[in-house]
């Protein structure tokens, strides 16, 4: 196909929804209520950005503490206004860095946190009270939460000053990312009692972002990354009531993450679909009336499913896009990815080039002078309206099977997840969806990328600091706490504070999860079963 041969797949978007030649009036479109009023389709505030511009959250995290703690205060000197913290797998997955499974694996994709003295390594000398932390860790978030209070306290910032967000969203871990501990009915318990601990405890903190973002990743479509997460933004509310909980008490904290992919209308009319159809759910469901319950505000970071590594450069081309949808959809919050990061963890000058692709939009562009300023488009509107009825359509298929919970145990969101993403690579290998340097225009001209290298005598530092800590410390003190924490697992009460305990005596995140194991069980996956 030559390069004027035309658009492939022009009369749909990428998630399959059917696009005109052109647009005009639709009178099926209602005037819409201006920003700042319920549905909120077209902003939380009238002044949008004028007021305030998003958070920029540049996510990092390798290696050891010290050197992500220097990452963060690169980024900070160069504009940075919120820190986000990404976490090694042994740590997501619960086990200390000299478990025998962590093997290979400390501190190769993000950070290696076993104890409080790693925690207080790692937030050491950052200004804590004035910028808001978000920590991407799912099964033992409540855990890291505590170990971030903890550190922040000895630094002597108290507990009500501190301000962020811990993912803490485990359901769409079993539908799509896969660093789930426990089954899902405990760890909903988990959840739960987090919202309950930072009500008391943590008044600025958001105890979960409930997340779309690695849904889409896993090959959904917007509508199915709409749908899924907010019918498990559902299944939170549910569980918290049920728990004793008042929806003042936590709906106003709940916060999502959303994807921003390469469709760039159909990617800002989601943005504005989803606040309209969470105001709907919330008020229908639940009867939420406080503006504060029906507001959906959410964090964005650009797709990383869509750098490539061929042609990296073209990612910032890629990544600038994206961002401009999430910011014309009113995000709160936004990362933006770095262009080496198909090849390596981001450089020093990719991340921060990704920090300056926002510092543009906010700057220059002029895109933050106006509330939804795509708002009126018959375009974005009539996409606006077919994702909101899309996601709609499915989340009622949720609800007929028992709701999130039930849907994921019996592999509904996995099998649909599946086929779109079975389908999209179809449609990329038969050239109807084009990647530039990928499946079309594949020169091979040469860029030298500098990338970053985890040092491989890391993981032997780690272990080493970690068996000094546990020499350091009274294990009658943590056996005891230990105990507590087990016992409380089998009951009912809340867990965060017998953990709160465990860890301040020094015990490790492994420890205390291996005792959560050893009540809650592990899970399988249905295809593992």
Known sequence: MTPDAGVPGADHTESGLPLDRFYGDRPEVAPL????????TRGLRPEGYRGRLWTMRQYAGFGSAESTNERFRYLLERGQTGLSVAFDLPTQMGYDSDAEIARG?????????????????????????????????????????????????????????????????ILKEYAARGTYIFPPRPSMRLVTDTFAYCHDHLPRWNPISISGYH???????????????????????????????????????????????NDFFEEVAKFRAARALWAELMRERFG????????????????????????????????????????????????????????????EPAAALALRTQQLLAYESGVARVTDPLGGSYLVEDLTRRLQEEARALILEVDQRGGAVAAIEQGFYQERIQESAYRHQQLVESGERVIVGVNRFQDQLPVAVPL??????????????????????????????????????????????????????????????????????????????
């Open 33 to 40: 209520a201006p920003p700042g009023e319920p549905p909120y």
């Open 105 to 169: 694996e400390v501190g190769r994709v993000g950070v290696a946190v076993d104890h409080l003295d790693d925690m207080r390594l790692l937030l050491r000398d950052l200004p804590l009270g004035r910028v808001t932390t978000s920590m991407t860790i799912n099964a033992p978030a409540s855990i890291l939460l505590l170990l971030y209070q903890l550190a922040a306290q000895s630094a002597g910032v108290p507990a009500s000053e501190l301000g962020g967000t811990i993912q803490n969203d």
């Open 215 to 261: 849904i889409r990743e896993a090959g959904a479509t917007a509508p199915q990354e709409l749908a899924f997460a907010l019918s498990n933004g559902l299944a939170y509310v549910e569980a918290a009531l049920a728990a004793g909980l008042q929806l003042l008490e936590f709906a106003p904290r709940l916060s999502f993450f959303f994807n921003v992919d």
């Open 288 to 347: 939420a009336s406080e503006p504060r319950c029906l507001q959906l505000r959410f964090h964005a970071q650009t797709a990383g499913a869509t750098l490539t590594a061929q042609q990296p450069l073209n990612n910032v081309v890629r990544v600038s896009l994206q961002a401009l949808a999430a910011v014309l959809g009113g995000a709160q919050s936004l990362h933006t990815n770095s262009y080496d990061e198909a090849l390596a963890l981001p450089s």
């Open 452 to 529: 970053l290298r985890v040092d491989p005598d890391l993981e032997r530092a780690q272990v080493e600091r970690l068996v000094g800590h546990r020499r350091g410390r009274s294990e009658i003190a943590v056996e005891r706490e230990l105990d507590l924490v087990e016992r409380t697992a089998e009951g009912s009460d809340n867990l965060l504070y017998p953990m709160r305990d465990a860890l301040a005596a020094g015990a490790t995140l492994g420890e205390v999860c291996d005792r959560l194991r050893g009540v809650f069980g592990v899970w399988k996956p249905r295809a593992a079963l």
